[in-house]
C-alpha cells in the first residue's frame, strides 16, 4: 500500500511568520498537466499594509546590522536555496499555473519548465545572491565620496537605505526575477514587501522559508501571493513605501506614478511589455544598489 | 554645567557715561551712511527668448514687468513664451544635439563650459548688481555667494565633461539627450548654472526657464553663451509664468527633466508626466531643523542660526527655518538670538552693508504675512526686529517665534521667508524625533562640540544634507538634494551627474 503523502499548506511569509491572508481568502494553483496543486492566499490591501508595518518595524534594526553582517545574512540565503535546489526545481516546474495575473481567472494551458531550465534559474540565483552579498561592505566605497570643497570644511557623501520599498515582481522567472529585486534593496540596508509572480506563485512561497532559515531577521522580507489589479493601487498609495521598483505594465507605471506623487516616492520600473533577460549580468550589480539608497552629504568646519 | 572659573556675561559692563547698555556693544552707537553699489547693471530695456544662439521675439508679441522687489520699480520687459516658442526651443536643442555638441569630443565640450565659467567671474560686479536688482537679495550676498558660486559651479563641471568613464566605475555613461528645467527665483543665476553645467559636461543640450520674477540673469547669462561661442541650441533659455514652465516640463523631446521649487509644483509636474518614461529629478521645499545642544559654543550657534534663516531673506529651500534648542540653554540662546537680529540691517538690497533685503514679490510677502499671522493666532511669542523698513519695496522684519510646538503651521510649513520658529528639546532622542518629524527631509543642522554626538545625529537625521556646527555651506564638488517630499535627485559633485546620463 502506497502511503498517502502530506501536502503542504502556502503561506506567505510576512514579519518573520507563515500567515495566510487576514481574509481568508486563496486561490487555486494547479500544476502544468492542470490537476490542482495548492490554495496559495490571495493577499488583500490589509495584507499589504500589515506587511508594510512588519517592514517599518524591522527597519531601523536591519540598517544598523553591519555591512559585514549584511553580507554574511544574504549569502547565508544563498547556502539554503542551494541545499534545497531540488524542492525549488520542483516548485519551478509547477509551470506558469493557467490563471490570469490580473483577476486570477484560469486561462490557457500552462507551459512547465524543463529540468535543465529550472536547474538554470535557480543556480542563476544563487549566484546573484551571492554577488550582492559580496556588494554589502563595497558599495559604499564605490557610491560614496570625500568632496574637496573650496573652504576650511570636511565633506562627505555617504548612502543611507529609503526605508521600505515596494517591489512588483514579474509573472515570468519566478524566482530569479524575485530575488534580482529583493537583493540589491536589502543589500543597501532597506526592508521589503514584494508581490510575487501571480501565474508562479509557489517558488515565492518556497523562497519565504529559506529566508525562515537564513538568519534574515522577521519583517526584513515581506512575500505576498495575490493578484496585482487587487495590490498595485495600495503600493501605489501606500504613504510609508518610499520607493516602489520592479516590472509593471504601461497601465500600472501610469497609476503608480500619478500616486507616488503624492508623498514624493522614489519610481524604478521596468516596462512589462519590454523582455528582460533576467539571466544576464546587467540586470544586477552597484547601480542596483545605488537605486536603492539616498545620499546623505554632510559638511564640518576643520579648525582648531 | 558649573565650572570653577567665573561665567563671563557675553553683555558689555555698564559704561561710565550713564548711556543704557546695548544688546550688542555695536548695536547703537553710530548710524550707517548709505554705500550703495554703483556698478552699471547693463540692463536692457527688453529682453526676449533665447532660442538657437538667438534672441528672439516671443511667438505671441507678449511681454511682462520685471520689478525690482526692493522699490517697486520696473526693470525690463520680458518675454513670455508660450507653447510654440517651447517647442521651437526644443527643436534648436535637439538640432544641437543632434549636430554639433552631441558630436564634440568631451575635451572641446569642458573649454566651452570653462569659458563660460571664466567670462562670467570677468562680469561678476555687473552680474551681482543685476541679481541683487532684479530679486531684492543684499549685494553682499549676490557679490560674495551667487555669483563667484555660479561661475564655480561651470567651473567644477566643466572639468568632468572629458571625465565621463570616471562618474560610474564599470560601466559607460552617455548623455541622456535634452533635458528641460524649470528653476526657483530664490537663487536665479545659481540655480541655472547648478541646473546647466552638469547637463552640459555629460554632453546634454538644454531648454530652461528661469522664474517670472528673475529672468534677467538668465538672458545675461546667454550673452555670455554667445561670446564663449557655445553653439547655438545647446542653450536655449526660455521666460515666462506657470504655463511656460509647464510646456517645459511636457514636452515630448524631453529626456529628462529637472525641477527646483515648492513640493507642491513638484508634485503637479510628478503627476503630468506619470504616463511617461521621461527621467525626473526634484528639488523641492523643506522645514529643516536646526539643533542646538546645551554643550554647543552659543555665540557661534547663534550666527549659524542667524546665517541659516536670514540668508536671503530665508528664501532658501533649505533654510534652519526650524530652531531645536536644548532646554537647559533655551533662554540664553533666544536672548543672544533678538539681540542679534536687532542689528541686522534690513533695507536697499544694492547698500552693501544690508544684511537682510527685499522679500522677492508682492506675493511671496503676502504668503509670509499670512504664515506669521497663523503663528500669531495659534498661540505662539512673535519677536521682531523694531528695525525701520524703507517705504518702497517688499520688506519684512527679521522675525522669530517662541513657544512654538510641533502642530502649529509655522512649525510645518515652508514659511520661506525671514522667519524663525523656536521649539525645545530635553533629550537628544526628542531632538531627532522632532527633527524628522515632517514631510521634508532637505537639511539639517548640529551644534555640539560632542565628535560622537555628531557623527550619531548625522545618522539619524532623515535629511541629505547635514551641517554640523556650520550651516548653508554650498560647494559644487558637493552634492546636494532631499529625502522624502524634499526630492529626489543630487545637484552637485560626482552623485549629481548621475542625474544626466545614462549607464550604457
Known amino acids: ?266 519610481v524604478k520600473l521596468t516596462p512589462a511589455e519590454e523582455p528582460v533577460d533576467w539571466f544576464s549580468d546587467k540586470v544586477e550589480g552597484v547601480y542596483e544598489i545605488r537605486a536603492h539608497v539616498e545620499f546623505k552629504t554632510i559638511w564640518h568646519p576643520i579648525g582648531a | ?167 560610474a566605475p564599470g560601466r559607460r555613461a552617455a548623455p541622456l539627450g535634452v533635458v528641460g528645467q524649470v528653476i526657483p527665483w530664490n537663487f536665479p543665476l545659481l540655480m541655472l548654472a547648478w541646473k546647466i553645467a552638469p547637463a552640459l559636461a555629460m554632453g546634454n543640450c538644454v531648454v530652461i526657464k528661469p522664474a517670472e520674477t528673475t529672468s534677467i540673469t538668465a538672458l545675461k547669462l546667454a550673452e555670455i553663451f554667445q561670446d564663449a561661442g557655445l553653439p547655438p541650441g545647446v542653450v536655449n533659455i526660455v521666460t515666462g509664468f506657470g504655463d511656460t514652465g509647464a510646456a517645459v516640463m511636457t514636452h515630448p523631446i524631453a529626456a529628462k527633466v529637472a525641477f527646483t521649487g515648492s513640493t507642491e509644483v513638484g508634485k503637479i509636474i510628478m503627476r503630468s508626466l506619470a504616463g511617461t518614461e521621461k527621467k525626473m529629478t526634484m528639488e523641492l521645499g523643506g522645514k529643516a531643523a536646526n539643533i542646538v545642544f546645551d554643550d554647543a559654543p552659543l555665540d557661534q550657534a547663534v550666527e549659524g542660526i542667524v546665517n541659516g534663516i536670514f540668508f536671503n531673506q530665508g528664501h532658501v529651500c533649505c533654510a534652519g527655518s526650524r530652531l531645536l534648542v536644548q532646554e537647559s540653554v533655551a533662554a540664553d540662546v533666544l536672548a543672544k538670538l533678538k539681540h542679534r537680529i536687532e542689528v541686522l540691517r534690513v533695507g536697499d538690497p544694492l547698500d552693501k552693508n544690508t544684511d537682510v533685503g527685499a522679500i522677492n514679490s508682492k506675493e511671496q510677502l503676502a504668503t509670509i504675512q499670512r504664515l506669521v499671522a497663523s503663528g500669531v493666532k495659534e498661540g505662539a511669542t512673535l519677536f521682531q526686529s523694531p528695525c525701520k523698513l524703507p517705504v518702497r519695496g517688499y520688506y519684512f522684519r527679521p522675525t522669530i517665534f517662541s513657544n512654538v510646538s510641533m502642530s502649529h503651521r509655522i512649525a510645518r510649513e515652508e514659511i520661506f521667508g525671514p522667519v524663525l520658529s523656536v521649539l525645545t528639546f530635553r533629550t537628544l532622542e526628542e531632538a531627532v524625533e522632532k527633527a524628522n518629524n515632517t514631510a521634508y527631509g532637505l537639511s539639517a543642522g548640529v551644534w555640539t562640540d560632542k565628535g560622537s554626538r555628531i557623527l550619531k545625529l548625522s545618522t539619524e537625521l532623515k535629511a541629505g544634507v547635514v551641517w554640523a556646527n556650520t550651516f548653508n555651506k554650498f560647494d559644487p564638488a558637493s552634492p546636494f538634494g532631499g529625502y522624502k517630499e524634499s526630492g529626489f535627485g543630487r545637484e552637485g559633485g560626482r552623485q549629481g551627474l548621475f542625474d544626466y546620463c545614462k549607464l550604457a
Not at chain 1, 2 to 24: D, M, N, Q, W
Not at chain 1, 64 to 91: C, F, H, S, V, W
Not at chain 1, 155 to 165: K, L, Q, Y
Request: proline content about 6%; some cysteine; charged content about 25%.
Open chain 1, 1 to 266: 500500500m502506497t502511503r498517502l503523502t502530506i501536502t503542504k499548506t502556502p503561506k506567505v511569509y510576512v514579519g518573520g511568520a507563515f500567515i495566510r491572508s487576514e481574509s481568508a481568502r486563496t486561490f487555486p494553483l494547479r500544476d502544468a498537466a492542470g490537476n490542482f496543486f495548492a490554495n496559495i492566499p490571495q493577499c488583500t490591501r490589509k495584507d499589504l499594509r500589515n506587511a508594510v508595518e512588519a517592514a517599518a518595524k524591522a527597519g531601523p534594526g536591519w540598517a544598523k546590522r553591519t555591512p559585514y553582517n549584511r553580507g554574511q545574512i544574504i549569502y547565508r540565503l544563498a547556502e539554503m536555496l542551494e541545499a534545497r535546489k531540488a524542492d525549488m526545481a520542483d516548485a519551478l516546474r509547477l509551470g506558469a499555473a493557467a490563471t490570469s495575473p490580473r483577476n486570477g481567472k484560469a486561462r490557457g494551458r500552462a507551459r512547465p519548465l524543463s529540468k535543465s531550465a529550472a536547474a538554470r534559474e535557480i543556480t542563476a540565483t544563487i549566484d546573484r545572491l551571492i554577488h550582492y552579498a559580496g556588494w554589502a561592505d563595497k558599495y559604499e566605497q564605490v557610491l560614496g565620496n570625500v568632496n574637496p570643497v573650496a573652504s576650511p570644511h570636511f565633506n562627505f557623501t555617504v548612502t543611507e537605505p529609503m526605508g521600505i520599498i515596494g517591489l512588483l515582481a514579474p509573472e515570468e522567472a519566478p524566482l530569479l526575477a524575485l530575488v534580482s529585486l529583493i537583493a540589491p534593496a536589502i543589500t543597501a540596508g532597506n526592508t521589503v514587501v514584494a508581490l510575487a509572480s501571480t501565474a508562479q506563485p509557489y517558488p515565492a512561497i518556497l523562497l519565504g522559508e529559506m529566508l525562515a532559515t537564513s538568519d534574515l531577521p522577521g519583517g526584513v522580507v515581506n512575500l505576498l501571493t495575490g493578484f496585482r489589479k487587487e495590490l498595485v493601487p495600495t503600493f501605489a498609495t501606500h504613504t510609508h513605501l518610499r520607493a516602489i521598483a520592479g516590472v509593471a505594465s504601461a497601465e500600472e507605471r501610469k497609476q503608480l506614478k500619478l500616486a507616488a506623487a503624492d508623498s514624493v516616492k522614489r
Open chain 2, 1 to 167: 554645567m558649573a565650572t570653577l572659573t567665573t561665567e563671563k556675561s557675553s553683555h558689555p559692563t555698564p559704561r561710565a557715561s550713564g548711556r543704557p547698555v546695548p544688546g550688542l556693544i555695536f548695536g547703537d552707537l553710530w548710524e550707517y551712511d548709505p554705500a550703495p553699489e554703483t556698478a552699471d547693471p547693463k540692463l536692457k530695456a527688453r529682453y526676449d527668448l533665447f532660442i538657437g544662439g538667438k534672441f528672439v521675439a516671443p511667438a505671441s508679441g507678449k511681454y511682462f514687468d520685471s520689478i525690482n522687489p526692493g522699490n517697486e520699480k520696473k526693470l525690463a520687459d520680458i518675454a513670455h513664451a508660450n507653447a510654440a516658442d517651447v517647442d521651437a526651443a526644443y527643436r534648436a536643442a535637439l538640432q544641437a544635439y543632434d549636430g554639433a555638441w552631441g558630436k564634440m569630443a568631451g575635451r572641446d565640450r569642458a573649454k566651452y563650459i570653462y569659458r563660460i565659467a571664466r567670462l562670467l567671474q570677468d562680469r561678476a560686479r555687473e552680474f551681482a548688481v543685476a541679481e541683487t536688482m532684479d530679486g531684492g537679495k543684499p549685494i553682499k550676498e549676490s557679490r560674495d555667494f551667487d555669483v563667484p558660486m555660479a561661475a564655480a559651479h561651470f567651473f567644477y563641471h566643466a572639468g568632468w565633461a572629458d571625465k565621463l568613464d570616471y562618474v
